[in-house]
């Protein structure tokens, strides 16, 4: 009889921590770490004056650019910046926006990522700081995927590729 009653208390103990467990952020918690986080990329990633940044969701064409007529010495890309088209994935579209000066990726932007929920934010406060430093290192769109927010990274890379694509042209 000791037994059993030892055994339904493990089990309701365990029911309770299995239960009591939390897996994701509350709205104000997630919103407070984005703000932490983006406040870090910018000063771990400022290779100069004007530093990366990710922006809450803003309504953009899907390929609009502001090219200048100089055209860069290097890279091959003339300066201005270029907003790539839209990517569509899983979770929400993806846009990025790059500036270049002196044939150069000075800064890079997303004013389009899937932020509806907590735990989109939550991947993104993470990932799109990442991408945006790679991207400043590799200065082409041969960069490396985020593990856990593979679809962000696949709808990053092809908005970024498009934006390079017309900062070449």
């Known amino acids: 009889m000791k037994k059993i009653v030892y055994a339904i208390l493990a089990t309701l103990s365990g029911l309770v921590l299995l239960f009591s467990y939390r897996t994701s952020l509350p709205e104000d918690q997630a919103s407070a770490a984005t703000d932490t986080a983006t406040a870090a990329a910018r000063t771990a990633t400022a290779p100069t004056a004007t530093t990366p940044t990710t ?4 309504t953009a064409s899907a390929a609009a650019a502001t090219p200048s007529a ?20 899983r979770y929400g579209a993806v846009q990025v926006q790059i500036t270049v000066a002196g044939g150069v990726i000075t800064d890079v932007q997303t004013p389009q990522y899937p932020s509806s ?9 993470n990932a799109l700081p990442r991408l945006i430093s790679e991207t400043m290192a590799a200065q082409s769109a041969a960069i490396d995927m985020v593990s856990g927010a593979t ?17 070449a042209a």
């Not at 922006?55 to 803003?58: D, K, L, N, Q």
């Not at 100089?70 to 839209?86: E, K």
């Open 55 to 58: 922006t809450p969701r803003a």
């Open 70 to 89: 100089t055209a860069s010495s290097g890279t091959g890309l003339a300066d201005g910046t270029y907003t790539g088209a839209a990517a569509d994935t």
């Open 117 to 125: 929920n907590g735990r989109d934010r939550q991947i993104n406060q």
């Open 151 to 167: 679809y962000t990274s696949d709808g990053y890379i092809a908005s970024l590729q498009s934006a390079i694509d017309q900062a």
